[in-house]
């Protein structure tokens, strides 16, 4: 071999491996949850086991909620939420995700699912991009969801389910920089004729968990407390149809 061939992949290997060890690190500097969540939700009621977050209901109803990060989100910034629904009979899960990103492991529900076989029905849901990885698993596994819940997100990679009746919840907030509105309005083609979208006045991103600012994002009119009552009472509303 030429020894300036030999150079060149040398130099294309050296490229590689340093374009893969940044995008290893970038995935690693995630957000953790707030000194406010901690103040709202004491880490000794919710379990960590196989790194899911999970709360189980005192009274369960039959119904259990799988629920991806956003991206580069630590699992416990959704505790506050994922209490509130626990609350009502719901058991929700949190797993964590490869690379902190779930469109990288879709299939992580198997596990929750594998751990609560005596779970009648589960839906699935994330925020943002965990929204799309859960989306990605509902579409390749229909017969194992039966409803999807959207945070500040909405189908991509490829997820269409214009023309089915699955249940859909797209909560989003009218101050998000993220996942604009438009951004929303222009996803509606790709969901279900069950799909019910929900605007909270004066949310943004960041707060449909509890991580602190996100940067691209718009400031909120109203506290991330007041916002995530919000969406608990949304989403139970909604999630009254699978009882």
């Known amino acids: 071999m030429k020894k300036w061939i030999k150079y060149i992949l040398i130099g ?9 060890a ?3 690190i970038w995935t690693q500097q995630t957000r953790d949850a707030t000194d406010e969540l901690y103040s709202l939700v004491n880490e000794n009621e919710w379990s960590n086991e196989d790194n899911i977050v999970t709360f189980l209901p005192e009274e369960p109803n039959g119904t259990g909620i799988v629920l991806y990060p956003g991206g580069k989100v630590e699992p416990e910034a959704y505790a506050y939420y994922a209490k509130g629904l626990a609350e009502e009979g719901y058991l929700v899960a949190i797993p964590a995700v490869r ?9 992580r529900a198997e596990d929750v699912f594998d751990s609560h076989p005596s779970i009648e029905k589960w839906v699935i ?3 943002s991009l965990g929204g799309v990885g859960a989306a990605l698993y ?4 229909p017969k194992k969801i039966e409803g999807i819940i959207f945070l500040a997100s909405y189908p991509g990679g490829g997820a269409d389910f214009s023309g089915t009746d699955l249940p859909m919840l797209l909560l989003y907030g009218e101050n998000d920089g993220l996942s604009t509105v438009e951004d929303i309005k222009e996803s509606e083609a790709l969901l279900s004729d069950e799909a019910l979208l929900h605007g909270i006045k004066g949310g943004n991103h960041a707060q449909f968990g509890m991580y602190g600012e996100q940067p691209g994002d718009m400031a909120a009119a109203v506290s991330a407390k007041e916002q995530q009552a919000e969406m ?12």
Do not use: P, R
């Not at 294309?12 to 893969?20: G, P």
């Not at 690379?99 to 299939?107: G, K, R, V």
């Not at 608990?232 to 909604?238: A, G, N």
């Open 22 to 24: 940044g995008f290893y």
């Open 125 to 127: 849901g994330g925020h």
């Open 138 to 141: 509902a579409q390749n596994n």
């Open 232 to 243: 608990m009472s949304v989403t139970l509303e909604w999630l009254t149809t699978f009882k």
């Open 12 to 20: 294309l290997l050296v490229i590689l491996l340093v374009t893969f």
């Open 99 to 107: 690379l902190n990103l779930a469109m990288l492991d879709q299939s």
